[in-house]
């Protein structure tokens, strides 16, 4: 009860004048939408609509526009997979066997001819089932990481960009729901835009950013999209992070499906940890000072793209379609920012080949079998190779020595 009165405190306190505004930080909204009284923000749930309204409400705080297809608000429905967690867990399944998801959406008009799209997804995991990491039972995956992180960036961003008077673009802000679940929110949109997609310059996502390293390593897919990406990225960055480039506009969040409608796409990302779809993913564990620091540098990225007009589109070479089929698990977390040779293990799931084998997070895989791994896709396609039953060695690189083991998948 003490946590469900300190909720609608929040609210309240997001409701009143603008003034206020100011009081309202990044730790206080991921503390909000990770909080244990939101069980998850599970998508077409009463707990993802609590966090829905959090955020409209903090949107017109901040004076941004309705600009859903009612409101903040734009649904979507959709039949969900067999998931017996969210069915005995949630009254959320019609009689037609559909849930409702919902896509909240704030504008900035500035009567400009173009508009930049921000964007992050909100919902998450719920109670665990499929799509969670955690082999204990039920417990209340929190998703601060994932994305609590990336919406308190975006509402940081939408305050930063008043502020700023960047009026060359307007601006429309999406927290997406359904996205843990396969795009549903960001592809309904695209298809059933409520602005003309054809006036949008380019999109920006950021999906799990709150968790900058030591190494302040930072992931920016999608820079390929447009000619004029990587040499804003790097004029802007000045050394404040280590940045990880990829080229493709095709990944596994939102960003996607705008970059399917040849839309240029940059999508900002700190990597995966232990507690990756785990319950452990809370408000406490994030780096909000790296936060800032990222807000800071994509509001820099923005005022930079704002001065050169119009941005080029450019179709990127799809990763996703090299990606061989896999009939086993190694059972490990990659870890996306390590540009060496081979493929660095930063999470290991229990039970397990990997865990069972002795593999360890930091382990460096350089060979499995007969196959040289020296690069994330290089792994994939000698893990390709194993099935069920069949055993190998794989060598890693551990604390500078060579160690290997044998793996049962």
């Known amino acids: 009860m003490k946590a469900i009165i300190g909720i609608l405190a929040a609210i309240a306190l997001i409701g009143c004048k603008n003034e206020v505004e100011t009081s309202v930080s990044m730790k206080d909204d991921v503390a909000f939408l990770a909080s244990d009284s939101l069980k998850g923000r599970d998508t077409g749930t009463p707990y993802e609509l609590m966090a829905a309204d959090y955020i409209q409400m903090r949107y017109g705080a901040l004076g941004l526009e309705p600009k859903g297809a009612g409101g903040y608000y734009q649904t979507f429905?959709?039949?969900?997979?067999?998931?017996?967690?969210?069915?005995?867990?949630?009254?959320?399944?019609?009689?037609?066997?559909?849930?409702?998801?919902?896509?909240?959406?704030?504008?900035?008009?500035?009567?400009?001819?173009?508009?930049?799209?921000?964007g992050a997804h909100y919902d998450h995991l719920g109670m665990g089932g499929e799509g969670s990491l955690y082999r204990e039972g039920e417990a209340i995956h929190n998703g601060a990481d994932d994305n609590a992180s990336g919406v308190a960036i975006m509402l940081n961003l939408a305050k930063k960009v008043q502020d700023s008077a960047m009026t060359e673009n307007n601006y429309l802000f999406i927290a997406f729901s359904g996205e843990e679940l396969g795009l549903l929110g960001s592809n309904f949109f695209v298809k059933n835009p409520t602005i003309d997609l054809e006036k949008v310059t380019y999109m920006i996502n950021m999906d799990m950013v709150g968790r900058l390293n030591e190494d302040k390593q930072l992931a920016v897919h999608g820079v390929g999209t447009s000619p004029i990406f990587k040499q804003t990225l790097f004029v802007n960055n000045n050394d404040r992070f280590q940045i990880s480039e990829h080229e493709s506009g095709v990944g596994p969040s939102d960003h996607t499906s705008f970059y399917l409608q040849d839309i240029p796409v940059l999508h900002f990302f700190t990597g995966q940890h232990e507690d990756y779809h785990k319950p452990g993913d809370d408000a406490e564990k994030l780096n909000y000072e790296g936060m800032e620091t990222i807000s800071g540098f994509i509001l820099d990225v923005i005022k930079d793209l704002g001065a050169q007009g119009e941005i080029a589109f450019r179709k990127t070479k799809n990763e996703s379609e090299e990606v061989p089929r896999f009939k086993v698990g190694l059972g490990v977390v990659p870890d996306y920012l390590y540009s060496g040779t081979g493929m660095r293990i930063d999470g290991v799931s229990e039970d397990r080949p990997a865990q069972k084998a002795g593999l360890i997070k930091g382990d460096i895989v350089i060979k499995m079998g007969d196959s040289l791994v020296t690069d994330m896709m290089s792994y994939m396609r000698a893990l390709s190779s194993f099935e069920k039953g069949q055993s190998t060695k794989v060598t890693v690189q551990r604390e500078g020595e060579e160690v290997t083991v044998d793996v049962e998948f």
Not at 87 to 100: L, N, Q, V, W, Y
């Open 77 to 118: 429905t959709f039949t969900p997979s067999n998931d017996p967690h969210r069915e005995a867990t949630f009254d959320t399944i019609k009689s037609d066997g559909t849930i409702t998801g919902t896509n909240v959406i704030g504008y900035l008009d500035n009567q400009a001819e173009t508009t930049v799209v921000i």
